[in-house]
């Protein structure tokens, strides 16, 4: 079987013809490991790949559905995921010489969710060294390619995650949000990515970078795959004290709702750094489609994200320095410069700015939703402030210039973060030379099934998410 025959169907429509009997798991698995072995190595994207297990699971599938037995809605879809999610007995690099060749006895919580539900993986894919960098660059590993435009970043830290899904290489993809790793390379590739509220879903078994700040949540091609993805790993696991005991909803029937009287606030003026005109006039025609759609769409200046993001960024650069600290010192060398320029601040941090940057993010969360939710159901805003950088961007090999390079890229998602709101990127068009751009969309505490429901409106307004990069 082509890729050209499974790519199109998406992660929801191949999980229905695996199901239905259309396609084999066999031939979607094989499939799948060929164009990861293939184009996913050209785009940097691909970590490693497991094509005997792999293949030795999907003969089983194929077995238990031949009998009537499908584990779950996932059955036989082959899937791989950012190169932090534990396997036990498989290797992992979390994208660094220093831990090349971790080995962990343990599975990751919201791996062992997919296969109960019956999904396949296949392999680990690219990721910025450790998760600390938001551009996507890796100099030892290799820097993951945009599929819209090779010279270009993917954005990061789920880097190859985004490129092999922007590519059509695999159907979704699971990654790790601490200071929008997840949303910024959804942005920059076209995708739908979903951070969920803190709590949501289980970090056991997930490498940790910031553990106070640190999401999972899932990159796809679709609003409905999302919401399939994210009902699956969702819900509380006594390997986190940290998950709530909320119920999981299925987010897949909350897509189709109309959006007449939904209020959300689009946040128009004060964003710091300004957005580029292009990710500005995408912005704007996205409120329209929201109005036209019977939204009531209430302009307004942003609050000053700047000292939520310092606050942010003390907290991340704290935790990072103590879990990782141990491999840095006489090792420098093995390091990427551009992980140094993130990660060695945090050794100079008095433990006062880690305490109170720490100690604020409830009054601060309870201030945000107050300010921005007092008369809204969902707040908007650009998911970044520009298109995806080149990857030869002179301002990478500066340190100082490669810090606000970052800072820049990731000002309009750190935010919530810290205040473990969910958001999540939608795309929201092009610009003139066909690079995506995203639209952030932010709820209340546990409010996914809204923003899934306002991005699945813009999604089927627009088609953008149908939108293939060039071959």
Same mark, same amino acid.
């Given at each position: 079987m082509k890729l050209e025959d499974l790519a199109p169907l998406g992660l929801s429509g191949l999980a229905r013809a695996i199901? /239905?009997?259309?396609?084999?798991a066999v031939d979607a698995t094989r499939t799948f490991l060929e164009a990861l072995d293939g184009r996913g190595r050209e785009l940097r994207a691909v970590a490693r790949l497991w094509p005997e297990r792999a293949l030795a699971e999907a003969q089983a599938r194929d077995r238990e559905r031949a009998r009537g037995q499908i584990r779950g809605p996932l059955h036989g879809v082959p899937l791989a995921h950012k190169d932090m999610f534990y396997r036990a007995g498989e290797t992992l690099d979390f994208g660094s010489r220093v831990y090349a060749g971790?080995?962990? =006895?343990?599975? #990751?919580?919201?791996? @062992?969710?997919l296969d109960a539900a019956g999904a396949i993986d296949i392999g680990r894919l *690219?990721?910025?060294?450790?998760?600390?960098?938001?551009?996507?660059?890796?100099?030892?590993?290799?820097?993951?390619?945009?599929p819209w435009n090779a010279e270009r970043v993917t954005g990061g830290s789920t880097s190859g995650g985004a490129a092999a899904v922007a590519a059509r290489l695999i159907p979704a993809t699971l990654g790790s949000d601490t200071g929008g790793s997840i949303r910024v390379p959804s942005a920059f590739c076209g995708l739908v990515g979903i951070k969920p509220t803190y709590g949501r879903v289980s970090r056991a078994g997930c490498m940790p970078l910031s553990p106070s700040l =640190?999401?999972?949540?899932?990159?796809?091609?679709?609003?409905?795959?999302a919401a399939l993805l994210l009902s699956v790993i969702a819900g509380h696991d006594p390997r986190d004290p940290t998950t709530s005991l909320r119920p999981v909803p299925d987010y897949r029937r909350a897509l189709d709702g109309e959006l007449r009287g939904m209020r959300m606030v689009a946040l128009v003026e004060g964003l710091e750094p300004e957005p580029d005109p292009d990710v500005?006039? /995408?912005? #704007?025609?996205?409120?329209?489609?929201? *109005?036209?759609?019977?939204?009531? !769409?209430?302009?307004?200046?942003?609050p000053d994200f700047g000292d939520v993001n310092a606050m942010r960024?003390? !907290?991340?650069?704290?935790?990072? #320095?103590?879990?990782? %600290?141990?491999?840095?010192? %006489?090792? @420098?060398?093995?390091?990427?410069p551009q992980t140094l320029a993130r990660l060695l601040p945090g050794f100079a941090l008095p433990a006062t700015a880690y305490l109170r940057a720490a100690s604020a993010r409830a009054s601060v969360c309870a201030?945000?939703?107050? =300010?921005?939710?007092? =008369?809204?159901?969902?707040?908007?805003?650009p998911t970044a402030p520009c298109t995806a950088p080149p990857i030869e961007d002179p301002q990478v090999r500066e340190e100082s210039?490669?810090?606000?390079?970052?800072?820049?890229?990731?000002?309009? !998602?750190? $935010?919530?973060?810290?205040?473990?709101? $969910? #958001? &999540?990127?939608?795309? &929201?068009?092009?610009?003139?030379? %066909?690079?995506?751009? %995203?639209?952030?969309?932010v709820g209340r505490p546990f409010a996914e099934a809204t923003m899934l429901r306002a991005a699945h409106a813009l999604e089927q307004a627009t088609g953008y998410s149908r939108a293939e990069p060039p071959a």
């Amino acid at each position: 079987m082509k890729l050209e025959d499974l790519a199109p169907l998406g992660l929801s429509g191949l999980a229905r013809a695996i199901a /239905a009997g259309e396609v084999s798991a066999v031939d979607a698995t094989r499939t799948f490991l060929e164009a990861l072995d293939g184009r996913g190595r050209e785009l940097r994207a691909v970590a490693r790949l497991w094509p005997e297990r792999a293949l030795a699971e999907a003969q089983a599938r194929d077995r238990e559905r031949a009998r009537g037995q499908i584990r779950g809605p996932l059955h036989g879809v082959p899937l791989a995921h950012k190169d932090m999610f534990y396997r036990a007995g498989e290797t992992l690099d979390f994208g660094s010489r220093v831990y090349a060749g971790f080995r962990p =006895d343990t599975t #990751a919580s919201v791996l @062992e969710r997919l296969d109960a539900a019956g999904a396949i993986d296949i392999g680990r894919l *690219a990721m910025v060294e450790v998760a600390l960098g938001i551009t996507g660059h890796n100099d030892h590993v290799g820097t993951p390619r945009n599929p819209w435009n090779a010279e270009r970043v993917t954005g990061g830290s789920t880097s190859g995650g985004a490129a092999a899904v922007a590519a059509r290489l695999i159907p979704a993809t699971l990654g790790s949000d601490t200071g929008g790793s997840i949303r910024v390379p959804s942005a920059f590739c076209g995708l739908v990515g979903i951070k969920p509220t803190y709590g949501r879903v289980s970090r056991a078994g997930c490498m940790p970078l910031s553990p106070s700040l =640190d999401h999972i949540g899932p990159l796809c091609r679709s609003t409905e795959d999302a919401a399939l993805l994210l009902s699956v790993i969702a819900g509380h696991d006594p390997r986190d004290p940290t998950t709530s005991l909320r119920p999981v909803p299925d987010y897949r029937r909350a897509l189709d709702g109309e959006l007449r009287g939904m209020r959300m606030v689009a946040l128009v003026e004060g964003l710091e750094p300004e957005p580029d005109p292009d990710v500005a006039a /995408a912005f #704007a025609a996205a409120l329209e489609v929201f *109005a036209r759609l019977g939204a009531q !769409v209430v302009r307004r200046r942003a609050p000053d994200f700047g000292d939520v993001n310092a606050m942010r960024r003390t !907290v991340m650069m704290a935790e990072a #320095a103590a879990l990782h %600290g141990p491999r840095v010192f %006489g090792r @420098e060398q093995e390091w990427n410069p551009q992980t140094l320029a993130r990660l060695l601040p945090g050794f100079a941090l008095p433990a006062t700015a880690y305490l109170r940057a720490a100690s604020a993010r409830a009054s601060v969360c309870a201030h945000l939703v107050r =300010d921005l939710f007092a =008369d809204a159901d969902l707040v908007l805003l650009p998911t970044a402030p520009c298109t995806a950088p080149p990857i030869e961007d002179p301002q990478v090999r500066e340190e100082s210039a490669f810090v606000a390079l970052a800072n820049r890229v990731g000002a309009y !998602v750190g $935010p919530f973060n810290y205040t473990g709101l $969910p #958001a &999540m990127s939608v795309p &929201m068009g092009f610009d003139p030379t %066909g690079l995506p751009l %995203g639209l952030q969309i932010v709820g209340r505490p546990f409010a996914e099934a809204t923003m899934l429901r306002a991005a699945h409106a813009l999604e089927q307004a627009t088609g953008y998410s149908r939108a293939e990069p060039p071959a």
